[in-house]
């Protein structure tokens, strides 16, 4: 089984902090949970990342567990790199979706 390097944009990272904090601020510890989880998912991006279904054009979705959040990203086969490209709340409109993930 090949392996994946995980690379995650930058804005992917403001994102996780913003929601990190709401989270915080709704519950205490909420937030930091919501954090652990996402990063321990995406780096796991890294094993099989097409067990994961095409949502649109060629980007795929991972449903972080327990949030209704879904990471979005792409799978460059010939760097072998799976580029996160955003992290969403699933109740987002679509066409964010496309905004977020527009440079592919």
Known sequence: ???YKV???PEVLVD???ITDWYNEAKAGLG???QRTAIIQINSLNKEPHIYA???REIRC???EKFPYMTHFYINEGSKTVEVLAVISTSRNPKIWLEKTSKH
């Open 7 to 9: 690379q995650i944009e």
């Open 1 to 3: 089984m090949d392996k």
């Open 32 to 34: 930091t949970r919501f």
């Open 16 to 18: 996780i902090q913003e």
């Open 54 to 56: 095409v949502r649109y």
């Open 62 to 64: 991972m449903v972080i």
